[in-house]
């Protein structure tokens, strides 16, 4: 029996993709101005040249402004801006360095899209795997004048530094090629495929060593017949173009052997020259310009005039904070003054609340002015519940020897006539006894509430005017006599404490009597002889009955 067989599971380290680098320039390639729709087809073919360190799928749409891209660009680690804009006169194209600058400016006077590229090219390919590595750039003649040389800084910045000692062979599968041509100061702009196939061999053994298939033989009867008699170098090979490599690049290019290395057209194709460099993004000091000259004054005058807008800005800006603080302060005073007008501590401290959270304390002083309303306000229901507790249970008392009293008088008055009246009738006349009885206890109640609100209003007015606890606390806190107001506002509140008390109150005495009308229809059954109790029954002889029996 053979053994399982293991399966690999797990990935090799040199079979890993690795990430990019944090350090690796990335792009945004977008259109501006208001006839940038005619360019969105080379748009396209730039953020294809741009793989894989660029948006590929970015939306903009007009109502963006440069500031938006600036700030999203440092979040994202985008380094280089690309725009394409155009006007009625030509096309453009600027290359910008975020978030400092500077900012390249180059008119495009001719180009070819990567789709006519194609449909002229007659052996046209695009392998998909060749856009998930970065492209090299190659520059050539980038040496005349300082702007061109800065320009080459801007466009070897645009693509990775690459280490020629480490670099995989395997990675390198695009190029940009950039040529300056001084004469006519004009940029072209090329992007390329590396091919490489084995030196030396035919057509057929190259066709037959780099194809993963076998070509069909079966009209064949040897396989020198497919070879053509031998194996001869092609003809029209540049022997130029051959390379021994040092690494491995493919299953048909392998280490130490000659390879012929070819590139490939891909597109898009652009003719440009630079006209103008700024300073900053798309905006700042121009550092050259190619159709506008300066003298050395009105260079100093721009500088001038740049210097005090900046200064008048930071003025500007500093007189909006002031006024930003003086706004707050006013409203804070403001809403101090509205608080010792309702009669609330006048709190002007500004810093970490209670609860950890930032902001100021009159909002706690507010919680805290509730709560001690709260507590207050409990601890007068409390001391009322009590004193009403022992009226009660006074009232109890005298009514329960009240009602000993009636209830042998009207024995002795009824006598047996009371035993004849149906169980209905005593029950009705207990019901109205009680009815009467709550009715006077309510009364009662309501006189005493009316009373001790009396004493208390009087006990108000007492202390405003002999210095009581409100009026000491507001001498304390604000420094001044009670005015009016503070007095006519502390009466409202214990008016509106004495309404509530007298609402409990009847709230408790409702209660009470739908109560009693409960249990006396409860005791109220329709079998006289039996009463209910617990979900039992039980008859007049206290003798329990089960279920099922009557």
Request: proline residues 3%; glycine residues 8%; hydrophobic residues 30%.
């Amino acid at each position: 029996m053979g053994g399982r067989k293991k399966r690999r599971t797990h990935v090799r380290e040199e079979d890993k993709p690795k990430e990019a680098k944090a350090n690796n320039p990335k792009s945004f390639v977008f259109r501006r101005g208001k006839l940038g729709g005619i360019l969105e087809d080379l748009e396209k073919d730039v953020r294809r040249v741009m793989e894989p360190n660029t948006a590929t799928s970015l939306k903009e749409s007009k109502k963006n402004t440069m500031k938006d891209f600036v700030h999203v660009a440092g979040p994202l680690g985008v380094s280089h801006f690309m725009i394409l804009s155009a006007t009625t006169q030509a096309s453009y194209l600027r290359v910008a360095n975020v978030p400092r600058g500077p900012t390249i400016t180059m008119k495009i006077n001719n180009y070819t899209l990567t789709r006519d590229i194609a449909n002229s090219a007659s052996n046209y390919s695009a392998p998909p795997g060749i856009f998930q590595t970065p492209p090299l750039v190659v520059l050539n003649n980038f040496t005349e004048g300082k702007h061109m040389r800065l320009a080459a800084v801007v466009f070897q910045n645009l693509f990775p530094a690459i280490n020629v000692k480490t670099v995989k062979l395997a990675t390198c599968k695009r190029i940009v090629l950039l040529d300056f041509e001084s004469d006519t100061e004009v940029v072209h702009f090329r992007h390329y495929y590396i091919t490489a196939q084995p030196a030396g061999v035919s057509k057929r053994v190259r066709r037959l060593v780099m194809k993963r298939d076998a070509p069909s033989m079966s009209g064949l009867n040897d396989i020198a017949d497919y070879l053509g008699g031998g194996a001869s170098e092609s003809e029209g090979e540049d022997t130029a173009a051959r390379v021994v490599l040092t690494q491995d690049l493919s299953r048909a290019n392998i280490i130490n052997t000659q390879s012929s290395i070819k590139l490939k057209e891909l597109g898009p194709r652009m003719e440009m020259e630079v006209t103008k460099l700024e300073e900053g993004v798309c905006t700042g000091q121009v550092l050259y310009h190619k159709y506008v000259s300066k003298t050395k004054d009105e260079e100093e005058e721009l500088t001038v005039r740049k210097v005090n807008s900046t200064a008048l800005k930071d003025k500007r800006r500093a007189e909006q904070e002031a006024n930003i603080k003086r706004k707050v302060s006013e409203k804070a005073e403001a809403k101090m003054a509205e608080r010792v007008r309702q009669g609330l501590p006048p709190v002007k401290t500004r810093g970490r609340r209670k609860d950890g959270r930032e902001g100021d304390d009159e909002d706690d002083s507010e919680d805290d002015s509730e709560e001690e309303e709260e507590r207050q306000a409990g601890g007068d229901e409390e001391s009322l519940d009590g004193d009403q507790d022992e009226e009660a249970a006074s009232d109890d008392e005298e009514g329960q020897e009240e009602e000993e009293v009636s209830e042998d008088e009207e024995e002795e008055e009824e006598g047996e006539s009371e035993e004849e009246e149906p169980a209905s009738a005593r029950k009705a006349t207990k019901a109205t006894k009680t009815k009467r009885k709550t009715k006077e206890e309510l009364e009662v109640r309501e006189s005493d509430s009316e009373s001790d609100g009396a004493l208390e209003i009087e006990q108000v007015e007492s202390d405003q005017e002999g210095g009581g606890s409100d009026a000491e606390w507001y001498r304390e806190e604000v420094g001044e006599e009670p005015d009016e107001q503070f007095i006519r506002n502390i009466k409202a509140k214990k008016e509106r404490q004495k309404m509530h008390d007298q609402q409990r109150d009847e709230r408790k005495v409702e209660r009470k009597v739908a109560k009693g009308d409960k249990g006396e229809e409860e005791e109220a059954r329709p079998d006289e002889g039996v009463r209910f109790k617990k979900g039992r029954a039980v008859t007049a002889g206290g003798k329990q009955l089960r279920q099922g029996q009557k």
